[in-house]
């Protein structure tokens, strides 16, 4: 078995191709961030990416990932200053931080294929995750701070059109 994460070939020769994803993370890589919530890919507290779309680690078996490219919360940023880290921070979205890196990958996803999501949009692409604290509004509140500092960044200064 040989998987991409975060940029990085592993070679897993050893593990039981029906292994769900989120052991190995968590188990054999020592990847942490992604978490065990209810071990059947409802509450998305195990949210990952597989080729940039969301995936629950809990119930995909790692025989299903050879060839694909696999992103944890780990791989956000390598510095933990991705723009929605930093959204996530400013708001003070997490209270436990149990669920947060679901959250925040779902979100991540939502922002690359919608740059500038409307509330529905928000909580369409999170309804499958799920926050014990409630931290929704937050939440909310923190995705349309990153998608505007995003846009700020994209969008060329006054100063530099002149």
């Known amino acids: 078995m040989r998987l991409t994460i975060n940029g990085t070939v592993h070679d897993l020769p050893d593990v039981d191709p029906q292994t769900p994803l989120l052991w190995v993370l968590r188990d054999i890589l020592q990847l942490t961030g992604t978490r065990y919530g ?53 708001a003070q979205v997490p ?3 149990f669920c947060q890196a679901g959250q925040l990958m779902s979100a991540a996803a939502l922002l690359e294929r919608n740059p500038q999501p409307n509330d529905s949009d928000i909580d369409e ?22 998608a505007q500092g995003a846009a700020n960044k994209a969008a060329p200064s006054e100063e530099a059109q002149r």
């Open 38 to 90: 209810c071990g059947k890919g409802l509450c998305g507290s195990c949210t990952v990416h597989l080729d940039g779309q969301p995936l629950r680690a809990c119930i995909t078996p790692v025989a299903q990932l050879e060839g694909r490219v696999i992103t944890t919360i780990e791989g956000l940023s390598s510095d933990g200053h991705h723009v929605l880290q930093d959204a996530w921070r400013a």
């Open 95 to 97: 209270q436990c931080g």
């Open 125 to 146: 692409a999170l309804s499958g995750n799920l926050c014990r604290c409630g931290t929704y509004q937050r939440i909310r509140a923190a995705i349309h701070s990153a």
